[in-house]
């Protein structure tokens, strides 16, 4: 049988999106396309802003698991699809609830912040949400004394550590794209490109942070390109971004970092590649796979990550 083109999959899902008052929210790290058919593009705390402030009955998420489970615990009310349920994320994956519980429980009277990259269990079982966007400030926001335990991610808990100084414990999970870039493969491109800069997103490990010209979430990637005057970037994220980044200025050139290992494809995250059009259309059409998150896990969840959102708004980030 002929398969439908890509523009007829586009029509169809601009008319069930109408049709059905849903709204396609889509993470920078998706492919281009999809990020083209979006209604909002951003990174997590853009999408969760927006997942808890429209009018849509249905939210179909371009992304992975926990930000569609974010996007159901701010929006209980909606229906939340999620048109791949095997798209996870390494990093949620190295933070077990079980594990997290003991962990916790080894280590008393600590306010507990998590990224966003967690499944909604951890999420309930913590105080404070943040995303790479907010998280040095969600950390300054508390008292000098207040001692703390940041989760799953191990550089980007020590990238604030060392940018705060705060009493801080930090779980040991790492994501497989972040940890995976090549310092000598970026230090060759630096010296093939001289005047590239080298921007590098907070998970990447501590010897590539320390040769970058700018670290910052991948929406401060994405301002800072915009902004710069430069004309070549090595970019140390996943290269989903590089999309957004040569829209805004398509003059420019973006080179993507490249992994450790060449022949992975590491640079771009295969759960997030998991995503489709054509997984889009059936999810939009069919209404599921859908996201469901059981009630006391979700109230519990839902608190500190609107806590995350007061200090976010409060200190107009
Ligand atoms: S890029 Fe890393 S942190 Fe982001 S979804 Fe993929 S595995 Fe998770």
């Known amino acids: 049988m002929k398969q439908p083109s890509t523009e ?17 929210l889509a993470h920078y790290y998706q492919t281009g396309d999809i990020q083209d058919i ?9 999408l969760s802003q927006k997942a808890s402030s ?7 998420f371009a992304g992975v698991k926990f930000m569609a489970e974010t996007a159901k615990i701010l929006s209980p009310e909606k229906k939340v699809l999620l048109p791949d349920l095997n798209a996870g994320c390494s990093l949620a994956d190295s933070c077990k609830a079980e594990d997290f519980s003991k962990f916790l429980k080894e280590n008393p009277g600590r306010t507990v912040i998590s990224y966003v990259n967690t ?8 105080d404070i949400i943040c995303t790479s966007s907010n998280a040095v400030q969600i950390v300054e926001s508390l008292p000098p004394d207040e001692k703390i335990i940041f989760a799953p991610d191990r550089n980007l808990g020590n990238y604030i550590l060392n940018k705060t100084g705060r009493d801080m414990i930090i779980w040991n999970g790492t ?3 972040h940890e995976e870039f090549s310092l000598e493969a970026i230090i060759k ?16 490990e501590l010897p590539v942070r320390l040769v970058a010209d700018f670290i910052g979430s991948t929406s401060a990637l994405l301002q800072y390109t915009k902004k710069d ?10 290269a989903g971004i590089i999309h957004q980044m040569k829209k805004e200025n398509p003059d420019k050139t973006y080179i993507p970092a490249p992994p450790r290992d060449s022949t992975c494809g590491c640079s771009e995250c295969n759960f997030m590649k998991l995503i489709t059009l ?7 059409k069919y209404e599921e796979p859908e996201i469901i998150v059981p009630g006391e896990i979700l109230i519990n969840a839902r608190k500190p990550i609107i806590r995350m959102m007061e200090i976010s708004e409060k200190l107009g980030l």
């Open 189 to 204: 491109l630096k010296k093939e490109n001289p005047e590239a800069k080298i921007i590098v997103h907070p998970e990447c």
């Open 119 to 126: 499944t909604a269990e951890i999420k309930a079982l913590s």
């Open 38 to 46: 979006a209604d909002f593009v951003g990174d997590s705390l853009a």
């Open 8 to 24: 007829q999959n586009i029509y169809e899902i601009e008319r069930l999106k109408k049709e059905k008052n849903a709204i396609i």
């Open 175 to 177: 994501c497989h794209v």
């Open 54 to 60: 429209n009018s849509a009955d249905i939210i179909l």
């Open 278 to 284: 054509d997984k889009i259309l059936k999810c939009l």
């Open 229 to 238: 005057k430069s004309n070549c970037y090595i970019v140390a994220t996943e």
